[in-house]
């Protein structure tokens, strides 16, 4: 991620696009010869910098310093550099293929992130744990099944993001307000053949021909930006939501992210194990949902045909959010493979709170053997309160003894329906769904490319 938002990229990019708009004005009759585009063509990427900064601080203007920079390796081309063009064919064309390819990167980590969550959902879908609404104790669910909700935040943004890069649409070949008025003069008036000049340097920079954009101002609008920074926001969402329930849940111990042998928690108190990447993740991820507002903001205030006040915001917040997200991933990712579940902590404190989330069912075979269910139910309200003051007081949770102690429950077997696999409804087999709608398609499309794109060194 790092090397596609680099300046050799994006500069490479830039002679790339001056490389496909000769191309094309030649192939459309414009005196152009072929030693000019050879000279293009060897100069792609030896790019000096040093010059293209002594040219932008005499010249005030990047464009035109990097134009100048390469005529200076390629005299022979200096006429015909930028032929027509205004800097934004360069800036927006650069941009939009920087974006569709960092949505690609994006979408492959996203992806393998995905795949590992439901990994470990698999392995771990048959294990009952405790599960809470508001935070407090409710009716269990299992780990895996929690797991394919985290799996699923990220998928939902992961559609929105391919969303967003299978629609991208190329700015191509416009001009100065977008009217084509300078490529019109270039060929004295012919409609078809600057047509045919966008088409040529759409395909040319490999960009399918029904994706261009049908009309634009001198740039693409900035409104695409603000729709992939909110697929991108999407994405740190599910995750903050994800690295946060495992905060929440390594405080009770019943999950840890991976913790080193040689791992210090805190400086001060030596027995700490915070979850650090999950805080890390947290703090990046919000940091990209932030930039939302920021890209909406710039899209609101373009004037008319274009203003200049995008530019410098444009290019902290384009890199930023991919960058962070990319490390979000990363960190995910390396948590995601490496979790551990601490089935004895989990066991017991889901057997701690059971007796309580038996009760329906303990009111329910009461009724069965003949008992009024008003009076069930109040025998189990005032024992349950009973028992909930007594915990609160740190001691054990004694509701069974009491109901067991009342004429109302004495001839029912009240241990018996303290199995939990009997109260989590349908999680293991909703986990295997899970696995078949969405990892394992994913798996099929993006495979090898989603290991690949993952760098596990957090």
């Known amino acids: 991620m790092q090397s596609l938002w680099s300046d050799r990229r994006r500069f490479g990019t830039w002679r790339r696009l001056w490389l496909a708009l000769a191309k094309s004005q030649k ?29 932008e601080k005499r010249l005030r203007h990047d464009v035109m310093a990097h134009v100048h920079t390469l005529a200076d390796v390629a005299p022979e081309a200096a006429p015909i550099i930028h032929l027509g063009a205004t800097s934004q064919f360069v800036n927006c064309n650069t941009e939009l293929l920087l974006l569709r390819e960092a949505m690609d990167l994006i979408a492959a980590k996203t992806a393998a992130v995905i795949m590992s969550l439901g990994r470990f959902a698999e392995r771990h879908k048959a294990l009952p744990t405790l599960g809470f609404t508001h935070y407090q104790p409710a009716q269990p669910v299992t780990v895996g099944k929690r797991a394919t909700l985290w799996a699923q935040d990220c998928w939902l943004g992961l559609e929105q993001l391919e969303h967003c890069r299978d629609t991208l649409r190329f700015r191509g070949v416009r001009g100065a307000t977008g009217t084509q008025a300078s490529f019109m003069a270039l060929f004295d008036g012919d409609s078809e053949a600057v047509e045919r000049l966008d088409e040529l340097v759409t395909q040319e920079m490999g960009w399918p021909l029904d994706r261009r ?50 791992q210090i928690g805190s400086s001060a108190m030596a027995y700490k194990r915070n979850p650090m990447r999950c805080e890390r993740a947290c703090g990046m991820s919000r940091f990209v949902m932030n930039l939302v507002g920021n890209a909406l903001q710039t899209a609101a205030v373009q004037w008319m045909e274009r203003t200049l006040d995008d530019s410098a915001n444009r290019r902290l917040v384009l890199p930023e959010a991919f960058l962070a997200l990319d490390g979000v991933l990363d960190i ?7 979790l551990v579940v601490n089935e004895a902590v989990i066991e017991a404190r889901l057997a701690a709170e059971l007796p309580f989330m038996a009760t329906e069912d303990m009111l329910m075979e009461a009724v069965r053997q003949g008992a009024d269910r008003q009076e069930a139910h109040e025998v189990i309200r005032e024992a349950s309160m009973a028992a909930v003051a007594k915990v609160k007081a740190g001691g054990p949770n004694d509701l069974l003894e009491r109901l067991a102690a009342h004429e109302t429950f004495a001839n029912i077997d009240l241990t018996d329906l303290l199995d939990a696999n009997r109260y989590v409804g349908r999680a293991q087999d909703q986990v295997t769904a899970f696995l078949q709608e969405v990892v394992q398609p994913l798996e099929s499309r993006y495979g090898p490319a ?9």
């Open 213 to 262: 954009l049908p009309v634009s101002g001198q740039t693409y609008p900035r409104v695409v930006d603000a729709q992939i920074l909110s697929a991108l926001a999407s994405i740190a969402a599910a995750v903050h939501k994800w690295a946060t329930d495992v905060r929440l849940l390594s405080n009770l111990r019943e999950l840890e992210e991976p913790f080193e042998s040689t």
């Open 450 to 458: 989603a290991t690949d794109a993952v760098e596990l060194t957090v």
């Open 332 to 338: 995910m990712r390396n948590v995601a493979d490496g």
């Open 27 to 55: 192939t459309l009759g414009l005196p152009i010869s072929d030693e000019q585009i050879a000279a293009l063509e060897a100069h792609l990427d030896d790019i000096d910098f040093d010059a293209a900064r002594a040219h």
